[in-house]
């Protein structure tokens, strides 16, 4: 069978010049939401430490409690936050569009599923790690 081809697959110098040029274009936007991933977590966390630990303070009975429900609010808290943040930065890379406000808003319906997709990757890493180091890393590498 005679098969052919009317598109080819670009170089990777061409690929490189494309993609820094997309950069170029859009560094405020992207700088702006990668600094804001990173942050948004921790100041998400900035509030529940500080309640916890007024808790912590308030009910010297239930110390233990308190300490136990507010670690797991701000892992709750700091896991919303910090896959909102990446959803806005892969959607900020993905739309070279939109702006740094519009990536957010459009990223906030996105965050369970950026969740479920950043735990099936680290099943899927995982299990390659058990079977043995070499599926692991190139399990790693692929996703």
């Known amino acids: 069978m ?3 081809t009317t598109a080819s697959l670009s170089p990777v110098v061409q690929l ?5 040029q997309v950069y170029r274009e859009h560094m405020a936007t992207l700088m702006a939401t990668c600094v804001a991933a990173m942050l948004v977590p921790v100041v998400a966390l900035v509030p529940v430490a500080a309640a916890g630990y007024l808790m912590w303070r308030w009910v010297p009975g239930a110390q233990l409690i308190a300490l136990g429900a507010g670690v797991i609010l701000a892992v709750v808290v700091a896991l919303w936050a910090g896959n909102w943040g990446a959803a806005a930065f892969l959607t900020a890379v993905s739309e070279p ?3 740094f406000k519009e990536a957010f808003k ?3 319906p996105l965050v369970l599923a950026h969740i479920w997709l950043g735990a099936l990757t680290g ?5 390659g790690y058990m079977l043995f180091v070499i599926p692991g890393i190139v399990f790693s590498v692929w996703f």
Not at 16 to 20: A, C, D, I, Y
Not at 123 to 127: D, E
């Open 97 to 99: 569009s939109c702006g």
């Open 123 to 127: 099943l899927i890493i995982a299990g």
């Open 2 to 4: 005679d098969h052919k």
């Open 106 to 108: 459009r990223a906030k």
């Open 16 to 20: 490189f010049r494309r993609s820094w």
